[in-house]
């Protein structure tokens, strides 16, 4: 079983759609939790942390479920600028000096006018 | 801040030569790491670095592959012989001091490296 598994998309969703992304994990150590967005051609840049009680901002909200290993992105009202891979990312950090980022392979959203 | 600078931005060479790819950290990070992302395998975690100290290189491919960081501002990786499945984009990202593995890694805008 892949560290970190997503949905493998592609994703085609009109504008104003609401669009959730799944992934999970199989490291039950597993601490940290992100979204990271790359866009076409560029470099991955954070989205939001994932925290065990849920957590929102603007129309993005993320959701991890500990016992099954498993970790959600919601996109509200989805927008044209939000056309880009998201990326599944997990910290298997034990404070410290360890630190070492498993990303998913990513799926990919093109919203459409 | 420019951010994690990284040279070239692109690279093609052909099977058997030397590449030496670089990166700048941004300035005060303690962490830097080197990634290798592909359409068949995603994005690697190569090795990483803490306070210019390699902490594990284990997603190193193989001896070909090293990995230097002389002081806090610069990092090199290369690939000595280089093969064309070494055909990818490399990131270096920086981060600051960790508690709890929460902080944002910065990504550099990547070498994209193809060799013949």
């Known amino acids: 079983r892949k560290e970190v598994e997503q949905d493998p998309g592609p994703f085609n969703v009109p504008e104003g759609a609401t669009v959730a992304f799944n992934c999970t994990y199989s490291n039950s150590a597993s601490q940290s939790f992100f979204w990271y967005r790359q866009d076409c051609r560029k470099e991955p840049k954070l989205l939001m942390s994932?925290?065990?009680s849920g957590n929102e901002d603007g129309r993005f909200t993320a959701q991890l479920n500990r016992a099954s290993q498993y970790i959600s992105l919601l996109i509200r009202d989805s927008k044209l600028s939000d056309s880009a891979t998201y990326l599944c990312v997990v910290n298997r950090a034990s404070g410290g000096s360890n630190y070492k980022l498993t990303f998913g392979k990513g799926t990919l959203l093109t919203v459409n006018p | 801040d420019a951010g994690v600078i990284q040279s070239p931005r692109h690279e093609v060479t052909e099977m058997g030569q030397e590449v030496t790819l670089r990166c700048k950290p941004i300035s005060g990070h303690d962490y830097l790491f080197w990634y290798r992302q592909t359409m068949m395998r995603g994005l690697e975690l190569l090795i990483y670095?803490?306070?210019?100290?390699?902490?594990?290189d284990s997603g190193m491919p193989e001896d070909r592959f090293s990995a230097k960081m002389p002081n806090a501002s610069f990092s090199t990786l290369k690939i000595q012989p280089s093969e064309p499945r070494d055909s990818a984009v490399y990131f270096c990202a920086s981060s600051p001091r960790t508690s709890g593995g929460q902080e944002t890694q910065y990504f550099g805008p990547g070498t994209r490296l193809l060799v013949l």
């Open positions: 994932v925290y065990s």
């Open positions: 670095f803490n306070n210019n100290v390699p902490i594990d």
